[in-house]
């Protein structure tokens, strides 16, 4: 905008009516420049523009529902600084529930306020003794008549339809502990294994002496992750489908945990990605209690991971170093630069070429229509190239097309219009990565495998806010990188995190991720 709110407060009709003809014409050009400008915004929409869908009107989404494009703007933040669009409704949302303050609040019950025991009395199903069986000193066999109880508590577990049984079978176990004196004086105690070896997570302790078993555990993280239930709405599902009583404490206490059992499969996931041919990365924003950090995904052939970090290069660094060599994909943010076999995301292209042409600068308008006609025909191209590869290299066939886009771009680069300098500069700032594609045909054209393994999360971050505190975000990344990984693979994510807490509570490894389905 050339002329501020200040100025136009300033100018009216007899202002206007007063200006020399030289004044006057110069006003022109401003205001001129302003509307289009104006105008333009108005015509804004998550098809030509970097808009987030969310941002739409209901009635306006409908509107565009039979445009197929799966070109989701969610993730797109590459010239957005500020907070996502999201985050106002979200405010106003925040103010209007009736738990929620605006004063930061430690999650969980708060210091000095009163506490609740367990209150419902579930029918034992099951009957668990754990006796010591030989001497802790002399290692000689000890007398089971003399056992002496030393605790008990319950764990309630859940028991799932496989291909014998159908429907869900709440288990309530009683686990009792005991303790044997032997002849050698010596008392030798049983007690349920606590494991808290866990690194990043250290004050979670996995262990057995838990009411909720592993298979209720894998049930409550499907609920409010996969399901993107809030903590409330677990407990209320609960109660009414298995008339469980569970504390927002348990539920919670039990996703962090869960998280911590599943802490050490990070690093499988990690290896697999530095291994991989090729990689799609994005991020979008995430609100941890009053931080605003980034909910990156980082997704192979294989994997899909997650981790809620800064913006910056460190996360990147960290897990792909430089020893990556597979080929990177990613839209145009700058900490992807230093990646050689780096691949751009022609849909945020086309977005931005389409925005120009539906505007009314006229050399913008070129801009956009010969980037798509440019993109369009290359793109038909690399279709067919991956079929019927060609004799001569498309950077050939194409080369005087290219060049005379690229003079072009050099041009529109001087431009007065923002957005058509901006796409010019990307364009020439970014050129290798956008046209690599053109001699390595198989390349993917856009990176929709990565938006699209955001989307779910972007909901649920709408439900929940995010998370609270950096254990929550860390607990939150390392479960959904598991259930995505395990859905990649056609494996159920449940089974297998119920095998990963259980085994932690005994104390055992965790077992490797599972092998995708066909290739076992
Ligand atoms: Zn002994």
């Known amino acids: 905008m050339q002329l501020s709110n200040d100025d136009l407060s300033q100018l009216d009709e007899k202002e206007l009516l007063n200006l020399s003809e030289d004044d006057l014409r110069r006003i022109s050009i401003k205001l001129l420049t302003d509307l289009k400008e104006a105008r333009e915004r108005l015509n804004q929409n998550s098809h030509n523009s970097s808009r ?13 529902q039979d445009d197929s494009s799966n070109h989701s703007e969610e993730t797109d933040k590459s010239d957005n ?39 419902q009395k579930l029918a034992i199903t099951h009957y668990h003794e754990h006796v010591p069986e030989t001497c802790g000193c002399c290692q000689q066999p000890l007398n089971a008549k003399l056992k002496k109880a030393t605790t008990a508590f319950e764990t309630i577990d859940l028991e799932w339809a496989n291909a014998k049984t159908s429907g869900l079978r709440l288990t309530n176990t009683k686990h009792t502990y005991y303790e044997i004196s032997c002849h050698c004086g010596h008392v030798t105690v049983k007690e349920p294994h606590r494991s808290n070896s866990v690194d990043t ?25 996969r399901m993107r239930l809030s903590r409330e709405r677990v407990q209320e599902f609960l109660s009414d489908w298995l008339g469980l009583k569970l504390s927002i404490g348990t539920i919670n206490n039990t996703l962090h945990e869960s998280g911590a059992a599943a ?19 994005d991020e979008t924003s995430w609100m941890e209690l009053t931080t605003f950090l980034w909910l990156w995904v980082f997704s192979t052939e294989s994997v899909t991971a ?17 020893a990556y060599c597979g080929w990177l994909m990613s839209d145009g943010y700058q900490v992807y630069r230093t990646y050689h076999k780096r691949v751009r995301c022609w849909a945020h292209l086309i977005r931005k070429a389409q925005g120009l042409q539906e505007g009314l600068d006229k050399d913008s308008q070129l801009l956009g229509e010969k980037t798509l006609n440019l993109m369009a ?102 479960l959904i990188s598991v259930i995505e990984t395990c859905r990649k693979r056609q494996q159920s994510p449940w089974v297998f995190l119920a095998t990963v807490i259980h085994n932690r509570r005994i104390g055992i490894a965790v077992p490797n991720l599972p092998i995708a389905k066909g290739s076992e």
């Not at 996502?84 to 609040?105: F, G, I, L, M």
């Not at 957005?419 to 364009?427: C, P």
Request: net charge positive; aromatic share 6%.
């Open 306 to 322: 997650y981790w809620i970090a800064t913006r910056s290069s460190e996360l990147i660094d960290n897990i792909l170093g430089q």
């Open 52 to 64: 987030p869908p969310s941002s739409e009107a209901p009635w306006e989404k409908e509107t565009q």
């Open 377 to 478: 025909m290359l793109m038909t191209a690399i279709r067919e190239a991956c079929t019927h590869p060609p004799n001569t290299p498309l950077t050939e066939r194409y080369q005087t097309q290219l060049i005379a886009y690229r003079q072009l771009c050099e041009e529109m680069k001087q431009s007065t219009h923002k957005k058509a300098k901006a796409l010019a500069t990307e364009m020439l700032n970014d050129w290798e990565a956008i046209f690599r594609v053109l001699e390595y045909p198989h390349l993917p054209l856009t990176n929709n495998e990565a938006e699209r393994a955001l989307r779910h999360w972007v909901i649920l971050r709408r439900i929940s806010y995010g998370t609270r505190t950096e254990e929550g975000s860390c607990v939150f990344a390392i």
């Open 263 to 281: 802490l050490p499969i990070q690093e499988e996931l990690v290896k697999e990605i530095v291994a991989s041919q090729q990689l799609h990365v």
């Open 81 to 119: 600084k500020k907070p996502p669009p999201t985050e106002k409704a979200d405010k106003e949302a925040k103010q209007s529930s009736k738990n929620k303050t605006e004063e930061p609040r430690k999650p969980g019950k708060q210091l000095g306020a009163k506490g609740f025991g367990r209150t």
């Open 201 to 225: 997570l250290q004050e979670i302790t996995c262990s057995q002496w838990r009411l909720v078993g592993p298979g209720l555990a894998s049930l409550i993280i499907c609920l409010s992750y």
